[in-house]
């Protein structure tokens, strides 16, 4: 046990250099660090390790990374990307872990989630959510979740792709009619709006300009956040 | 994502601007999950957060036309749909479009109502009606054409039996809002408080909703006559169940404290303690006896309180003596009368005299409550002497139930620390 333990934390080393080498902590900051980090890598060799124990290692190595982040921009620095990438490996590894272990229990997915959106690491979460939807495809409120995100993200077929993969393992579900109905109604205003802004475009330019705009990029013109936060579900 | 612009006509017709497919969904959402009014009430209210775009008002009437074929026997169907023609013309008071949408949601309840004669179905047509009235505030004309128009259909919803007594509490708020005086509502009114005249809610509202009118010189004299008709009838009430009974109490005692409020707020000592003093005898002729009881020994205190509001305190002690041993016998009085007795600003505190109150009030609710007897101990500590206390001691050790007694000791011990 002790030496899987070692292993770990000898993964960590790198880190552990680069703050050192950057001045980020102290040398009794660091050992203090390293000491709870043994701590709770012990703590996950227990068999009898519980969903608590994870959560408490991931919210240790989350909050220490914002320490990281706010120690790097006290001292005038920018964070160190290797460092950020290697500590985000490393609560993803944790997280991982915690939902493999306990794939029943939804918030801790959602946390998984809410962690990789936070970091902006849309491929992770789309990959979350099919993952957790091959777990969970009975669940109506997930398949929304799923699909709030790919409206979000701007990703209108991905979504709709979710609501009707939906339907297939909740057919009676009526909260999915529901929000499955609101989508398409926020599709459409969606489209509207792009509709008037095309509209004022034609009206608003001449000839010349109209060639130079004959074919517009409509991504831009439904990037409005107001018009994404009215994209409003129950389940949140 | 990168289109070629369409022609504008295009556009116009295209299916998914229209809303073709959240119609697709609302149909196979009530062919797969059953066909109830409520769930179509969900998609209706989600739809509302759209009802700026073009495409709301063909979804819209889809789903309305659905409703209307499978829900027709629905009160909230027909009201929906009446509410939904008003919508359109929302925010164009005075215009022509609104008076016909006006005159088109009438005919929708004329027809519902022709369906469906329910009291609910009355309740909400008439409800729209006032609600329309407080609308056209801006136009006295169409105002007042829109109250003839209530006061007409009320008439009718009377006469067909169908008026509730929700919708009758709640036409007050309206009336009050637009000021209108009881004359103009009176045989609606007069119908309301002869079918509901033993329940305490519709007169409770109906009075409050005079006190707010009525304003001329006339005023007090109608409220008056109107609480003590009120009173007369509401004594006559006999109810079986419990629960009914407790709601009742409950709204009776609501009554009788806007009674005594008003009394006290608007007529003079003499008229007041007139009343006070009619209504501290038991009135025999009530069903309801434990009723009568209540209402007398709350104005017993009441008496008392608006005296010394007066500041007559030695016809404060001569109601006291008077009233106190004439039933019902209350604590509440009792301890009325010690609280004015002892009263810092009262400058002439006769000690016998609430010497005698403790020992009335003892001798009554001696066995039950350790408080009077601490009270009393405290007061012969303050004005009496500490032998007398003692005696108080002892007296309430005889007189006090073992439980009542031991807390007696416990708190009189307190005193001395």
Known sequence: ?236 | LIVDFLPESHLDDDKILAGDVPKAIFRSALTECGNEAEFVDEFIQVLQDFSEYKFYRQIKTFMLDYLKEHFSDRESTWKLLALSVDNNSVKRIKSSNEASSFDKSCKIFAEALEQLPTELMWQHFLMYLLDQVAEASNDKEIQSKRMDLFVKQSNECWSKAMFSKSLFLKQFDFFEKFQWSSSDVRSGVNLGLKKWEHDVEVWHRYIKYVMNIEHDSEAKVVIKTLFSKALNRLLLVQLDSTSLRNQFDQNFAQFVNLYIDWITENLGKKECTQIFEKLCVINTSAKDLRLARKLAAICKSVLLKTLSKFGDHDRVRRAYEKYHMMNPISQEFYSQMLDLELDESNASLDVPFARGVFNQMLAHFGQDDHQVWLRFARFEMKHGSHVKASDVYHMAKLRLSPKESNLFVQEYQMIHV
């Open chain 1, 1 to 236: 046990m002790a030496e899987l333990v070692q292993r770990n934390i000898e993964l960590l080393l790198p880190i552990f250099d680069e703050l050192k080498k950057d001045t980020v902590f102290e040398q009794d900051e660091l050992r203090q660090i390293v000491r709870i980090v043994q701590e709770h890598e012990y703590n996950l060799q227990r068999a009898d390790k519980d969903k608590e124990l994870f959560i408490a290692y991931i919210q240790y190595m989350q909050t220490l990374l914002l320490l990281i982040e706010k120690r790097y921009q006290k001292n005038g620095q920018r964070t160190n990307p290797d460092v950020r990438h290697q500590m985000i490996v490393k609560i993803k590894l944790l997280f991982r872990k915690a939902v493999y272990r306990h794939q029943g229990d939804l918030s801790l997915w959602f946390s998984f989630i809410n962690f990789a959106k936070r970091r902006s690491m849309q491929p992770l979460i789309g990959k979350l959510y099919n993952r957790m939807l091959q777990i969970h495809s009975d669940k109506p409120q997930i398949w929304i979740s799923a699909a709030k995100w790919a409206f979000e993200s701007n990703t209108i077929g991905v979504a709709r792709t979710y609501f009707q993969r939906a339907f297939r393992s909740n057919s009676k579900s009526k909260q999915l009619f529901v929000e499955y109905f609101r989508f398409e109604l926020l599709y459409i205003e969606l489209i509207s709006k792009r509709k008037e802004v095309l509209v004022k475009v034609d009206d608003s330019s001449d000839a010349s300009q109209r060639s130079m705009f004959g074919k517009v990029d409509l991504c831009q013109t439904c990037q409005s956040p107001e018009l994404i936060q009215n994209f409003v579900f129950n389940f949140d």
